[in-house]
């Protein structure tokens, strides 16, 4: 995959263990969105990015695994932007304002593995520009897709990145992608990962919750799988949008996890898509919006496709 563009002053670091990991995008105060969807989200600070609230930028998004034990990471974040003198300065305080969305990856039986603050620390630490790492690191650690039949059926995925561009402007997508249903290519409508059958070939999740051959187990299956899901991204574009449509934006990045995840905002998945503009270049913003849900899209096409 070529090298991904980021808007002037946004970084993105990974730190992860065997079982799981953390995303942090640093953004130098970017104006910032977000947009949640299915029925099992775990998020910080979500509220402060809505178009109706006071507060115009932020100061990180953090993408983790851990389910709700992941929420911990932000806390390093936040200690890590402190100590930069980095936030909303109040006195001589100054409170970082770091948002947060998580997936679940408790895969391990009889064990907790969940990122805490000594790992969100260190993802804001390995912070870069540049030849950033996507794959099985950071918040793709342990994300996996294809569970309708539940986890000896599934495939590995991980964390995706894909840029579009048109002329100057840019449109960026990072997206782990831990789903409840498969990973289709867009454009062929094939399925790149997924639930699997006995004899390891794509079984089809829409197809087992309508009546398919599987349909009897995948009904069961259905029962245990509540909020042991989700998808979780951030796109992020040079073009200067202000906070109403920023959230826009992040909103109609949903509209790529639909293109590429079949099903998705089920129940079982908390499905959250953030949106970042660090840039000043001037564009209609249909097109902007045009570029993301592709590049999101495409951005979780790549979460399978990297040797995860």
Do not use: W
């Amino acid at each position: 995959m070529d090298e991904i563009l980021l808007p002037d002053g946004i970084k993105i670091g990974h730190a992860q263990d065997d079982y799981t990991g953390v995303t942090c995008i640093l953004t130098e105060r970017a104006v910032g969105g977000v947009s949640v969807r299915g029925g099992a989200p775990g998020t910080r600070e979500t509220d402060m990015l809505r178009a109706d609230k006071s507060q115009g930028h932020v100061d990180a998004i953090v993408l983790s695994g851990g389910s709700a034990y992941g929420l911990e990471a932000a806390c390093g974040v936040v200690e890590y932007l402190k100590g930069k003198g980095v936030g909303f300065a109040v006195g001589d305080k100054v409170v970082p304002l770091v948002a947060q969305a998580i997936l679940f990856d408790l895969n391990t039986p009889g064990e907790y593995h969940y990122p805490d603050k000594n790992m969100g620390y260190l993802a804001a630490k390995n912070a870069k520009a540049h030849g950033v790492a996507f794959g099985n690191v950071g918040a793709g650690r342990g994300a996996t897709v294809g569970k309708i039949l539940g986890p000896a059926c599934m495939s590995k995925s991980g964390i995706g990145a894909a840029t579009l561009k048109f002329n100057d402007v840019f449109v960026t997508a990072v997206v782990a992608v831990n789903a409840l249903g498969d990973v289709y290519d867009h454009r062929t409508g094939k399925i790149l990962a997924g639930a699997k059958g006995p004899d390891g070939s794509f079984i089809n999740t829409v197809e087992c919750l309508t009546g398919g051959i599987f349909a009897a187990q995948a009904a069961a299956a259905m029962q245990k799988a509540s909020g042991t899901n989700t998808t979780i991204g951030c796109v992020m574009t040079n073009a200067k949008l202000d906070k109403a449509h920023v959230n826009k934006l992040a909103a109609v990045a949903h509209d790529g996890l639909a293109m590429s995840i079949r099903p998705v905002h089920t129940d079982a998945d908390g499905d959250t898509m953030f949106a970042l503009s660090g840039g000043d270049k001037v564009i209609d913003y249909s097109i902007v919006a045009a570029l993301a849900a592709e590049a999101t899209a495409f951005a979780i096409e790549n979460s399978v496709g990297q040797g995860t």
